[in-house]
């Protein structure tokens, strides 16, 4: 499904090899939002913050409710 403006769109798939959805978040500063989820033992990291080719950083989180989120931004 395309957006009507921009270069957005959104994807769905049925991947039998993942048992979890992916959810990329953009966060104004990605290594400052991981220290302010840190102390929260309902939240499991996956990728502490690294920097990726943009730039940037990225972060990989698994929430209390099971769902994963990448964290993307500076």
Known sequence: MKFP???SELVLKNNPNLNFAETE?????VRETYESLKPNPEVQWIRTPFPN????????MQAPDGNVFVLVGK
């Open 53 to 60: 080719s943009l730039g940037g950083h990225v972060a990989v």
């Open 25 to 29: 978040i953009v966060v104004e500063d």
């Open 5 to 7: 403006e921009g270069n």
